[in-house]
């Protein structure tokens, strides 16, 4: 258990800005940051990061909260967990817990359970490779030969999986990890009833989400045997989803915000090399075919990427699929091909980081100009091979979503192969018209599944008593608004003493409302309003006031959720408005007394009506007595007399 006044330490250190600006691009907006949305596929930006209110909101999706939940929602960190990571980030210290149970460790969630596990593996790892004969003898002197330093083998955490039949798996089962565990995290496979090690016998990658926590990893063997796979890595899981990571991203993604570039290699080493040449601007695919998840993962830091080959053929060729997809993202791809022989790997040792910069800049190649030789090769002068060619390369550029740069791409094409343009353009418009059609035919299935849509018939069959409990909860809405958000502010509320004078009561929001409530002894339908509504209401009887950032703050998500949801907003009112135009602008903090008047009787008047509707449906729909008639009947004419009153209450605030 993480102390609270440690947590309240962390809350105040970190800075939202800053910790998000390490997963999302983000550029100024008045006196907030914009970005594109981490959690859905957008162009144009609709998250926000308010730095004022340390509070994050994606208006894509709906989701927002504080530096924490983001860490919550985007790694998928368990609230401590966040709390931890950005301990770490800012380095204040968290008290030592005492060392959990087995059956702590069993309670554990199953992805914060693989975490751990995967720790533990990477922890063991490295111990073998630095610390054991065997470590030392295969692993340690395997990436001292391919020319990595002691300080790049600990940056990476690299290490060694013992040849042993199950030496980590006994290992993890006698620190009380979980066998299931084990299995999900693909560390430990069963055969016939006996457990062994996945990866024994191979120097070893982990491999990172971008916040640096070990997600799964990649094995190299060092045997010759070539039935054995050169690569293991791990299986899929609950944390490990190769199509959406890329490796060695959470060590480049400052260098590729910086750089404004991002170079893609294929593998594990490559990135290593290019690290320790002093490149850092690079990730890898680890050996899979580039995924549209991945490119949206460089596109939230930069809109360029280098494309680094090795000069394989049949290798650049089943490339080009990877091309189009960066291209349809809109970003801008060139293309690098090392000399025959090299890959990134093999020929960062050979130069120094200048030459290899030097070597990357001057054979940098746009797209076009890389797929039109590669593939004018072939023809062999055959004029229907080379018209494939051209539909091929036009289906390239009709990916690009920008209009202006599809235009000069076809200017290009033209004077290369001296067609004209307008020939070129037809293609085109024909190529995004086919791909069109396809798009929204995908989306009219989608619409016309009929297992999308559900009707709820006790609610279809109850109109009248829905449509009262969805304008009531509006109501309640509105007065939970402006608790959390006015709720430590002083009102003036006029009052009649016992001698008939009028008299000013200073009174807090929270505390008026409190006391509005009360004195009629209402509820909040909604649980988590009422939930809310129930620690401002223990907060008044302790002399307690709570801030919006109480709730933002919030270890409750409900809570969290809520208060960021009330307080994000889209549009910013410009000081311009008053300082510039002299004109005046109305906010809602200017008549507070009036607004907050106004929410308490429309949510008085949305409960009365809401019980007036209830009455009316029993009245219509059930078999009652003439004495339950009855009194329902003179329950209803009351409650009209007092939704009358409300409704002149409300007439009067608003006049």
């Not at 076809?410 to 020939?423: H, L, V, Y």
């Not at 307080?567 to 607004?595: C, H, M, R, V």
Request: glycine residues 6%; contains cysteine; charged residues 30%.
């Amino acid at each position: 258990m993480i102390p609270r006044e440690i947590i309240d330490e962390i809350l105040y250190t970190a800075q939202i800005e800053d910790v998000i600006g390490e997963f999302v691009q983000l550029k100024r907006a008045g006196s907030n940051l914009k970005g594109l949305s981490p959690f859905t596929d957008e162009k144009t930006p609709s998250f926000m990061v308010s730095p004022a209110k340390q509070i994050f909101k994606c208006f894509s999706t709906g989701k927002g909260g504080n530096v924490v939940s983001f860490l919550m929602e985007y790694e998928h960190f368990s609230y401590p967990e966040a709390l931890r990571w950005l301990a770490d980030r800012y380095n204040i210290e968290i008290p030592e817990e005492k060392a959990k149970t087995q059956e702590q460790i069993a309670a554990l969630n199953e992805r914060e359970s693989l975490g751990i596990i995967n720790e533990f593996a990477r922890d063991t790892f490295v111990n073998n490779l630095w610390n054991s004969d065997e470590g030392k003898a295969i692993g340690l002197s395997y990436f001292l030969e391919r020319g990595f330093s002691e300080e790049t083998i600990k940056k990476f955490e690299l290490g060694f999986s013992a040849e042993a039949f199950d030496a980590f798996t006994k290992a993890a089962l006698d620190k009380g990890y979980a066998k299931e565990h084990l299995l999900a995290g693909g560390l430990t496979k069963e055969k016939n009833d006996k457990l062994f090690d996945f990866f024994r016998g191979r120097v070893m990658f982990p491999i990172h989400s971008i916040s640096g926590k070990v997600l799964g990893f990649g094995g190299r063997t060092l045997r010759s045997d070539k039935k054995v796979a050169k690569y293991f890595n791990s299986p899929e899981s609950i944390l490990y989803n190769k199509s959406r990571i890329l490796y060695g991203l959470f060590y480049s993604k400052n260098a590729i915000i910086k750089n404004d570039r991002c170079y893609l290699v294929e593998g594990y080493t490559d990135v290593i090399s290019m690290h320790q040449s002093g490149l850092e601007n690079v990730v890898a695919s680890s050996g899979t075919a580039l995924t549209k998840d991945q490119i949206k993962l460089v596109k939230r830091y930069t809109q360029n990427i280098t494309i680094l080959y090795d000069g394989d053929a049949a290798g650049i060729k089943a490339s080009f699929r990877g091309i189009d997809l960066i291209l349809e993202e809109g970003l801008t791809v060139k293309v690098v091909l090392f000399p025959e022989g090299d890959d990134p790997d093999s020929y960062s040792k050979k130069v120094s980081e200048e030459e290899l910069k030097s070597y990357i800049e001057e054979n940098s190649k746009d797209f076009l100009v890389f797929k039109t030789e590669i593939l004018l090769g072939e023809t062999k002068g055959d004029p229907i091979i080379k018209a494939k060619l051209i539909h091929e390369i036009i289906d390239s550029i009709a990916l690009i979503p920008d209009e202006i740069t599809r235009s000069l791409y076809i200017r290009e094409c033209a004077t290369q192969f001296e067609m004209d343009e307008k020939t070129l353009l037809s293609e085109l418009n024909r190529s995004r018209k086919s791909k069109l059609s396809k798009d929204i035919s995908s989306q009219q299935r989608q619409k016309t599944n009929p297992n999308l849509v559900k009707v709820d018939p006790v609610v279809a069959d109850n109109k009248e008593t829905d449509s009262a409990s969805t304008n009531l909860e509006a109501h309640e809405f509105n007065l939970i608004r402006m608790m959390i958000k006015y709720g430590a502010k002083e009102i003036q509320i006029p009052h009649i003493d016992e001698s008939g004078k009028e008299v000013i009561v200073p009174l807090t929001v929270a505390e008026f409302v409190i006391k509005e409530i009360e004195v009629d002894e209402l509820t909040f339908s909604n649980s988590t309003y009422q939930k809310v509504y129930e620690v401002f209401k223990e907060g008044v009887n302790q002399d307690l006031l709570f801030a919006e950032s109480f709730f933002v703050n919030h270890e409750n998500e409900e809570f969290s959720k809520l208060a960021v949801d009330i307080i994000a907003e889209p549009y910013q009112l410009s000081t311009s408005w008053k300082e510039k135009f002299y004109i005046e602008t109305n906010l809602e903090e200017d008549n507070l007394l009036g607004n907050i008047l106004k929410a308490l009787y429309s949510f008085k008047k949305a409960k009365v009506i809401y019980e007036i509707d209830q009455i009316r449906y029993r009245l219509k729909n059930e078999k009652l007595s003439e004495e339950e008639m009855a009194d329902l009947m003179k329950r209803q004419m009351g409650l009209d007399k007092v939704k009358l009153a409300l409704a002149n209450e409300l007439g009067r605030i608003i006049l």
